[in-house]
């Protein structure tokens, strides 16, 4: 069963820039043609699609969030990984990382990881 | 780019059946057999239960279902159980921006 496991600080202050890893166990991140992707969720709230990469390197991003983000994949260590510049208290969430089929069906999710944005 | 409307609650009794609703636009729901949707229990991880519109992965209930009429994709759960009780989300591909669109989720709630 493939793994994914979120990694990162759990408190970044404000302006700062917020980064994060996605480890993948048992499969190789670059075996088949899957999105590796982030998604969020403010507590108490919906989730949020961040951004998306194949296993190509073609990157997708949420219109509103584009400019502030960053995702790359790291095949050497079957890793990817996130970064938002610039974060607010808007940003403090519980960030995923998922594997797609196909980009909107993100099947494989990783436990999740709290993120606050507090100085 | 704003999120698929969803109802906030939906509710039924056990054995029932209930459907949640995903209403999109012609650039997301409306065009492409790529809705999903998600269940998701209190301080769990998502879990897929319909990808391409009305697939189900394997392991997945089959009172699960899903359909699409125009820009409106729809979640039916029947023979309701407790632990059905969860939010839901439903998901889309949007190609005016190729992007990912999600619901705000519909709370379950079985009597």
């Known amino acids: 069963q493939l793994q994914l496991q979120e990694s990162g600080p759990g408190l970044v202050k404000p302006s700062e820039t917020l980064s994060l890893t996605c480890t993948v166990s048992?499969?190789?991140?670059?075996?088949?043609?899957?999105?590796w992707g982030w998604i969020r969720q403010p507590p108490g709230k919906g989730l949020e699609w961040i951004a998306s990469?194949?296993?190509?390197?073609?990157?997708y991003f949420n219109p509103s969030l584009k400019s502030r983000v960053t995702i790359s994949i790291n095949t050497s260590k079957n890793q990817f990984s996130l970064n938002l510049s610039s974060v607010t208290a808007a940003d403090t969430a519980v960030y995923y990382c998922?594997?797609?089929?196909?980009?909107?069906?993100?099947?494989?999710w990783g436990q999740g990881t709290l993120v606050t944005v507090s100085s | 780019q704003s999120a698929l409307t969803q109802p906030a609650s939906v509710s039924g009794s056990l054995g029932q059946s209930i459907t949640i609703s995903c209403t999109g636009t012609s650039s997301d729901v409306g065009s492409y057999n790529l809705v999903s949707w998600y269940q998701q229990h209190p301080g769990k991880a998502p879990k897929l239960m319909i990808y391409?519109?009305?697939k189900r992965p394997s392991g997945v209930s089959n009172r699960f279902s899903g359909s699409k009429s125009g820009n409106t994709a729809s979640l039916t759960i029947s023979g309701l159980q407790t632990e059905d009780e969860a939010d839901y989300y439903c998901c889309s591909y949007s190609g005016s921006n190729t992007a990912v669109l999600f619901g705000g989720g519909t709370k379950l709630t079985v009597l």
């Open positions: 990469i194949y296993y190509s390197g073609s990157t």
């Open positions: 391409e519109v009305s």
């Open positions: 048992i499969d190789s991140i670059s075996s088949g043609s899957y999105y």
């Open positions: 998922a594997r797609a089929g196909t980009i909107a069906a993100p099947r494989y």
